[in-house]
């Protein structure tokens, strides 16, 4: 007989990963469009160059560990074009494939493939990116169409120099940024796909997003910029919410979100970097065990008093 | 708790389950702490897994030589305090004929005293055994933690810097990755280097996964 072990959670559905992936890549579009449309060439070549890598680096992994070659699930295709979509628009292509290579084959594979991993691939990935290569990680162009990237008019992201551009600029994504996170109007037709296809809840989205505004206002800042600024709208809508390392329960995945807004304000206003996302995000993805431990139901008859009556 | 089969007294043993089997860092997991925190060339991972046998080495010798005198309890403080003399005087020695390595290598010298590595070695092997058993085992633990400090500090030197023991290797146009330079990225090396090796041991890369789906 052969018996088949799968991570947990152990649910019946209709849908399949293949499914759900699907769904996110096609939310993830509209992003890639608006990053194109604003970056250019240099864009699209890094968007393929990460997404292309992140797949090889996953079928290559995968045969010489011996396994099953999963490439089908379009995970890899996920994680590929999130970091593309992570990295700045002027960013060398070796940048987005040592990233890919990085996110599958160590962040991911090594923990034991799809669904062991304990932090999400994309943004550990991103973090090695940006404490490996600052130069790269932290120079930003100008949106300026096709030729963006070719003529690299070095700019101030609106983190950097806030108040330099309208709420208007920040929605529309005429600002400098990562590729896929400055565009906000595509990332909300992302997350309304998403919602419709009921691929990921409102909860992480709207939590996280929230939080953020609540406590950048408590903090003094001001709460509208500081959520159409950088990466708080991208990483609610499309990594945060990633299955594999997002509390399962619904209380856990509100007091996930919420601590997540608020480690970014904390990082972006006393942290060495002007962008706190990233680690937020990992660092949340690190505590959402703990977190589905501290709010777990009791069980009838297990835990803190059961064993009164029979001592 | 572990305890050396006869086999592993054989000197020649000894040396080859230090270095491969055994290898303290990356099979024992024992002493990561100065691991991660200095190896970050291949000259300070040298010197520091040199200036930690010579200690395991004296520290094994004395614990030995003393082994029918203490018991119980009182063990460990005694194996501390030999630990600690020897730690001062390797301290005293680089401070005197290697000041720049002494610099680099900072206050991970005087901890030495306390490397696991050397309690772990003095408790299971020394205070249980002869002399010449006891230098083996030290003998054979002191280099597989140097080959294995050497090798970490080589590689993040190599990926962070382009160079080993300060020769540069990859040519100029390479972008170092600084990564590899910072405590994380020794973490991530030592990890990766504990798979290969746990890898190697098993001689089985790959297959019990595959059966798994």
């Known amino acids: ?311 | 708790m572990r305890t050396m089969d006869d086999r592993k007294h054989a000197p020649g043993e000894a040396l080859k389950y230090g270095v491969l089997g055994g290898n303290p860092l990356l099979r024992l997991g024992l002493g990561l702490c100065p691991a991660l925190a200095v190896t970050v060339t291949a000259m300070n991972g040298l010197g520091m897994g040199l200036a930690t046998a010579c200690v395991l080495l004296c520290t094994s010798l004395t614990v030995s030589t003393l082994r029918g005198l203490v018991a119980g309890r009182a063990r460990v403080p005694l194996f501390l305090l030999v630990s600690a003399v020897f730690a001062a005087v390797a301290q005293m020695i680089l401070a005197g004929w290697f000041p720049a390595l002494n610099g680099a290598l900072g206050v991970f010298v005087p901890l030495i005293a306390v490397n696991c590595l050397i309690l772990n070695r003095a408790d299971e092997a020394a205070s249980r055994s002869g002399l010449m058993t006891a230098a083996a085992d030290a003998v054979g633990m002191g280099l597989g933690y140097t080959a294995a400090l050497t090798l970490v500090g080589a590689l993040r030197e190599l990926i962070g810097r382009g160079s080993v023991f300060g020769a540069a290797i990859l040519p100029s146009g390479y972008e170092p990755m600084l990564l590899a330079a910072m405590p994380a990225g020794g973490f991530l090396m030592v990890g990766l280097l504990m798979g290969v090796f746990r890898a190697v041991a098993s001689g089985r890369s790959g297959k019990k996964e595959s059966e798994r789906t």
């Open chain 1, 1 to 311: 007989m052969n018996l088949r072990m799968s991570p947990a959670p152990h649910v019946y559905s209709s849908q399949s990963t293949r499914a759900l992936m699907l769904n996110v890549i096609i939310a993830l579009l509209p992003c890639a469009v608006a990053g194109v449309w604003h970056f250019g060439s240099g864009a699209l070549t890094l968007i393929l160059a990460s997404t292309l890598s992140a797949v090889l680096a996953e079928c290559l992994w995968q045969k010489l560990a011996g396994r099953r070659v999963l490439i089908g699930d379009l995970s890899a295709v996920v994680t590929g074009l999130i970091l593309g979509l992570n990295l700045p628009p002027s960013a060398p292509w070796w940048l987005a494939v040592l990233g890919s290579a990085f996110a599958v084959v160590v962040v991911k594979g090594l923990f034991g493939g799809l669904g062991d991993n304990f932090v999400n691939p994309a943004l550990a990935a991103r973090a090695m990116l940006l404490v490996s290569w600052p130069k790269y990680m932290t120079a930003w162009v100008a949106p300026a169409g096709w030729n963006a990237c070719v003529d690299a008019v070095s700019a101030a992201t609106p983190l950097a120099s806030p108040g330099s551009f309208t709420a208007w600029q920040l929605f529309l994504g005429d600002v400098p940024g990562s590729i896929g996170e400055t565009c906000k109007l595509a990332i909300l037709l992302g997350l309304a796909f998403l919602l419709l296809t009921k691929t990921v809840s409102w909860r992480i989205p709207v939590t996280l997003t929230a939080s953020a505004f609540a406590f950048s206002w408590i903090f003094g800042g001001d709460p509208v910029a500081a959520i159409l600024s950088g990466g708080v709208l991208f990483a609610a809508v499309f990594m945060a919410t990633d299955y594999v390392t997002c509390p399962m329960s619904a209380a856990g995945q509100l007091v996930y979100a919420a601590c997540a807004g608020l480690l970014i304000v904390l990082i972006r206003r006393y942290g060495l970097y002007p962008e706190g996302v990233t680690f937020a995000i990992l660092l949340m993805n690190i505590a959402a065990p703990l977190i589905d431990r501290c709010v777990r139901r009791r069980v009838y008859g297990h835990g803190k008093g059961a064993n009164a009556h029979n001592g």
